[in-house]
Nanobody
Framework: QVQLVESGGGLVQPGGSLRLSCEAS????????MGWYRQIPGKQREMVAQ???????SYANFVKGRFTISRDGTHKTIYLQMNSLKPEDTATYYC??????????????WGQGTQVTVSS
């Protein structure tokens, strides 16, 4: 079993910055990709940024130039540096991992979510 633990959300003023972290742990696994998604109540969850196991990165258009996804040397912790935050970035942010258990099955899993509120 693989778990994701997110941290770093909070309240920030417009124009401010936050850094989210997501650490994966559990049964030995290989990572196909990890990413950040967000969801506003009443709306569908949407992709914010993704990084593949080989390091390819993609961003949603609405965060390009403001958010940066990165990972540590183990590739099991990813970060989302969010700059120039806007009120419309207010959402619950979720970490996602797609991978394969070593010697086992493919899987996908989500973190518990961390709230980001951008407000003056």
């Amino acid at each position: 079993q693989v778990q994701l633990v997110e941290s770093g959300g909070g309240l920030v003023q417009p124009g401010g910055s936050l850094r989210l972290s997501c650490e994966a742990s559990g049964t030995p696994f290989d990572i196909a990709g990890m990413g950040w998604y967000r969801q506003i109540p009443g709306k569908q969850r949407e992709m914010v940024a993704q990084i593949t196991g080989s390091g390819e990165i993609s961003y949603a258009n609405f965060v390009k130039g403001r958010f940066t996804i990165s990972r540590d040397g183990t590739h099991k912790t990813i970060y989302l540096q969010m700059n120039s935050l806007k009120p419309e970035d207010t959402a619950t942010y979720y970490c996602n991992l797609i991978g394969r258990i070593v010697g086992g099955r493919d899987f996908g899993t989500w973190g518990q979510g961390t709230q980001v509120t951008v407000s003056s």
